[in-house]
């Protein structure tokens, strides 16, 4: 049986993991198809972002497409003989020039220290002329500074006549390199017109491409992340909210300080895959706690079906027992008397009380039997009545003095005086305290302890009885009321019973209106209390007009009690 237990124990938790295992597959395959839409639609727009990107470096080289093929030795000849350019060169220089992009165009020799000085450098004049002139700002310098730092880690391997370097968003320079030589000739300085740059052009072509009609899935915006500062927007009427952000592009070699940043807003389609994604993982959860409930369910029936299997093979076995045992004596003893081979009268008398109290134990197993099979039938029947609950204590006490005594029980009683009456049958009352002291004797070892109280609490009278017994484990408390259940330890398997009792207590509690609960640790006792509600006094008043006859059994459960054994 055991083996079979444990079996069903594997075979329940392989089931759960199974369950759950396919149900974290779904949703993950669910939030990767969720994500995989999102995200295959967010990546054609962030290459758009990158397209965009190039596109404004391509804004900064396009008017010097052509200088890779001037001849750099003929260039350094002619400025070395009129300090102008050659015609190619110069031509390049008067696009840039128009381009109002670039506020000035500059030409520092290579080896000039101008800058430091702070001497005159060259400034491209509009008669396409270079001219000295000592108003300039400290950016061309900068930006010279740069390119020369950046330059000589290049000259070594570098095969080209010219090489394009950015001072970020500030100015871009050309070196122009003699690559036969490895030598630098000189630098083109062209600072950033910031006005054009910042009002007119970023913003105008940030709009162009994306703007609300051209891509209504999404916001852009040019933000100066050192200065926490927007430059430019696709939306000037939405407000840049960093926490929105999901994208940012940084610009390839240049505006080092500067962001492309996105925030996705193409709601159509999110709301339509977040619809899908949740629609999917409510069926798929619903199905997942059915099948686990489903499982589980079948699994603790299956317990309580073989655990109540158990109890009741027990529960027979000890009663085919306990019935066996009084027949048996009975059946001795009255085979001796009417054999006529006994005629000591005190044996006589012997045998006689031997019959009566084992009829006695036998009468009272079946009427807790019968009183079981009510239950079960629904046909528990009490008849309430105005009680004094410590009246119907102290007379259960008095009956049973000589058997207290007979066990060496202390007796500890406490009765509140002028109790309201409670409306409960006299008799199931006397069946509970009959239970409760009977469980109390029998589960105590060497102090045979039984204190009972009942006392006023307002609105319910309160009755304990405890013992100084074993005590009761508190996994096993839950159980304790459930039918043919028993403790199992070994004070409880030397000790005769059945697992009724305190099934009968609780169902005669219940049916009269009260409660019960018991508090215990092992090997301290157990308290059990039980609690009933007082009779108003416009209930006690119809009561008393409707009082029961007392039941033809009460003189009979009067014999019983005074043979308790």
């Not at 406490?414 to 305290?433: G, R």
């Not at 409707?546 to 019983?560: A, F, G, M, V």
Request: aromatic share 10%; charged share 25%.
């Amino acid at each position: 049986m055991k083996r079979y237990g444990s079996f069903r124990w594997i075979l329940l938790a392989v089931g759960v993991i199974a369950i759950i295992g396919l149900t974290g597959m779904n949703v993950y395959s669910l939030y990767a198809l969720h994500e995989n839409t999102l995200e295959s639609s967010r990546e054609n727009k962030k290459l758009q972002i990158t397209e965009f990107t190039d596109k404004i470096r391509y804004r900064f080289f396009k008017k010097f497409i052509g200088l890779g093929s001037a001849d750099i030795n003929r260039l350094q000849e002619q400025y070395k003989n009129t300090g102008q350019f050659t015609p190619e060169v110069t031509k390049l220089l008067n696009k840039a020039a128009e381009d109002s992009i670039y506020s000035d165009i500059y030409f520092i020799p290579s080896g000039s220290d101008a800058c430091q000085q702070h001497d005159p450098i060259l400034r491209y004049s509009s008669n396409n002329k270079f001219q000295p002139t000592s108003n300039y700002s400290a950016v061309v310098c900068d930006g010279m500074g740069i390119a020369r730092t950046q330059i000589k880690s290049l000259l070594a391997d570098y095969q080209y006549n010219n090489k394009v370097l950015f001072h970020s968003h500030r100015s871009i320079t050309i070196a122009l390199i003699d690559p036969s030589e490895q030598e630098v000739f000189g630098y083109i300085t062209m600072p950033f017109n910031q006005d054009f740059l910042r009002n007119s052009y970023l913003p105008k072509v940030l709009t162009q491409k994306f703007g609300a009609e051209e891509h209504p899935g999404m916001n852009v915006w040019l933000r100066d992340w050192t200065n926490n500062e927007i430059i430019a927007s696709s939306n000037p009427n939405i407000s840049y909210d960093r926490e929105q952000i999901q994208f940012a592009q940084n610009f390839p070699d240049f505006f080092d300080y500067w962001k492309v940043e996105v925030s996705f807003t193409d709601k159509s389609t999110i709301a339509a895959s977040n619809t899908s994604l949740i629609r999917n993982l409510i069926v798929l959860g619903a199905a997942m706690l059915l099948l686990l409930g489903a499982l589980v369910f079948m699994f603790r029936s299956a317990q309580k079906e073989r655990a109540l299997a158990e109890r009741q093979t027990d529960f027979l076995a000890n009663v085919t027992h306990e019935l066996k045992t009084p027949l048996s004596v009975m059946q001795a003893a009255g085979e001796n008397l009417a054999d006529g081979r006994v005629q000591d009268q005190q044996r006589l008398k012997n045998y006689g009380n031997h019959i009566f109290s084992e009829a006695v134990r036998l009468r009272k197993m079946i009427d807790k039997l019968l009183d079981v099979a009510k239950t079960n039938a629904g046909e528990s029947l009490v008849e309430p009545q105005p009680t004094d609950i410590g009246e119907v204590v102290e007379s259960y006490l008095d009956k049973h003095q000589k058997f207290f005594r007979n066990k060496d029980v202390i007796l500890d009683i406490n009765i509140d005086e002028n109790l309201p009456a409670v409306n409960i049958d006299q008799n199931s009352l006397e069946t509970i305290i009959s239970n409760l002291v009977d469980n109390a004797i029998k589960y105590s070892t060497d102090e045979k302890y039984l204190g009972i109280r009942v006392s006023n609490q307002n609105d319910h009278v309160k009755l304990c009885i405890e013992d100084h017994g074993i005590g009761i484990a508190k996994k096993n408390i839950s159980n304790i009321f459930t039918k043919f259940f028993r403790v199992e330890d070994s004070l409880t398997a030397k000790t005769k019973g059945h697992g009724l009792g305190l099934s009968i207590v609780k169902n005669l509690v219940e049916l009269n209106s009260g409660s019960i609960d018991v508090e215990s640790n092992p090997g301290d006792g157990s308290t059990f209390i039980i609690t009933f509600p007082i009779l108003s006094d416009s209930d006690q008043k119809d009561s008393l007009n409707t009082l029961p006859t007392q039941p033809e059994s009460e003189s009979r459960n009067k014999e019983l009690e005074e043979h308790v054994s």
